[in-house]
């Protein structure tokens, strides 16, 4: 990404900020020095910086039609170097983010200073948590801050970044096919790998695999790997069953490129076939799959495509002898058929909202069918564009005949 685009998401978050406002924004903290843990930086820093560092913080300041952004980050330590290396210069932070003026994060205290006198409104990010967990390093600063300087009010920066982030911009897009496309290939050799009688942490392994080969090495969220039964345990995450002989598997499953999530499922059958009612279940699932990501269009809320779904499903699930009557549909299909995707796996959304192009969103409808050792879920990003949609992960296969091909061809 080109230091523009933090640039200009600056000035788009200004633009919504009233006169004599300004915004704090934190990267992720934590312990630098320690032994390396993984790192994964706050959504909203990144949208507005682009860096990947721990405990800097950004200040943006709009006074009139004009806003100033200001950037704290961490002294190097030349005792640590031996360790950690480096930290990121002043230099490199002016290169990535676009901002000029580069603090140190010990300077905050006096430069926020006539910043906090000078203004009205304190948008401050992180301000949800609940009342008896411990102050975060966040929450104390907010509490020096509302003490210092009691005439600022404070409020909550989130409604403007899921405004500013609902619409992907051409720069974003490209990260996200990037991510899809290495998941693509992660999901290929699970499926290549795949037989009977293997745990499904093994399977969890080759997907891991194929990222990190491919310089992904964080995942959107961790993977869900289950086979049979497991399959119908939605947010299933142990991945320490062993894959039956006559099981489908569903991977459920997204590598993240450069903070950018993919969020895919695919369903299989272990031994490579279907079976005659694995393949009606899977067809059913399919069906609505395309038929719900072809509805996909600018104007619709994501409401209207659950509704849709529901729709579909009723009808489905009476085709296969699982229900009688419609309202019994939440015992084989109880979950959204779409959520938002972007940073976040589960992205920021205001459900009110319509879609609009540019936004990326899911559809995975699914069939659960605890009694019969059935979980079919089959998830696809798509992209909102002017006049209907683009399904980004339309590469990996899906049909019954594909599924089948690459599995016998191992
Ligand atoms: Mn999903």
Redesign the pocket.
Known sequence: MKKQFYISNRKAMSKLMPDKSFAIFSATRADTGNLPGEFVQDANFFYLTGLKVANAQLIVAKHGKKSHSMLFIERNIPEMEVWIGKKLSKNDAQEISGIEKVYYIDEFPNVIHPIALSNEVCYYDHISSKIGSNLSDSLYQLKQITTHYPTLTIQDPGQLLTQLRAAKKKAEIEEMRKAIRITHEAILNVMNHTKPGMMEYELEAHFRFECVKNNAKQMAFSPIIASGENATILHYEKNNGKVGKDDLVLV?VGAKWNEYCA?I?RTFPANGTFSTRQREVYEAVLAINKAIIKKVKPGLTLKNLQDETIKLMKKALKELNLIKKDEEFKKYYMHGVS?TLGLA??DLVDRSKKLEKGWVI?V?PGIYIPEEGIGVRI?DDVLVTQDGYENLSSIIPKEVDEIEAIMHHK
Do not use: V
Request: aromatic share 0%; hydrophobic share 10%; proline share 0%.
């Open positions: 459920d969020d499922t959520h796996a589960h899911t995975e998830e």
